[in-house]
């Protein structure tokens, strides 16, 4: 059993799901993958991540239903949204339901270590101040 904090990753772009792994590789973070928002919703349940990333635009379920069905799982678990399509629209569905994060793609390093610290530990920063992160 690892030591490293468990982060779900839910994205239907498996270069996406590479890129994250590359960037976690060698941190504290242990990466658990899925390729569809149904998985996810599974993973949730078996692993018991400290934070799930998820991907807005995905087929059959997009990263909004899914930040809905993780609240009914499990309500305190933070969600970082992800998305290639940032957008003020999209920032604040994110922030209205819940969302403890948001992450648009490109992004670096950097950028995706700031918003899992950001949301595992909460400082009060808004989802907004996720997106300008350089």
Same mark, same amino acid.
């Given at each position: ?44 349940? %078996?692993?018991?991540? /400290?934070?799930?990333? #998820?991907?807005?635009?995905?087929? &059959?379920?997009?990263?909004? +239903? *899914?930040?809905? $069905? ?24 994110? %922030?209205?339901?819940? /969302?403890?994060?948001? #992450?648009?793609?490109?992004?670096? &390093?950097?950028?995706?270590? +700031? *918003?899992?610290? $950001? ?16």
């Amino acid at each position: 059993m690892s030591n490293k904090t468990p982060i779900l990753v839910i994205d239907d772009e498996l270069d996406v799901l590479k890129l994250v792994e590359f960037l976690l590789w060698n941190t504290e973070y242990e990466l658990i993958k899925a390729s569809d928002a149904e998985r996810g919703l599974q993973l949730v349940e %078996e692993t018991q991540p /400290a934070v799930v990333i #998820v991907d807005i635009m995905m087929p &059959r379920m997009d990263g909004f +239903t *899914a930040l809905q $069905r993780i609240r009914e799982i499990k309500a305190d678990l933070p969600v970082i949204i992800f998305t290639a399509r940032s957008t003020r629209s999209d920032e604040k569905k994110a %922030e209205e339901l819940g /969302a403890n994060g948001f #992450v648009a793609k490109p992004f670096n &390093r950097q950028k995706l270590l +700031t *918003a899992i610290e $950001r949301a595992i530990n909460p400082t009060g920063a808004t989802i907004s101040e996720t997106i300008t992160e350089k």
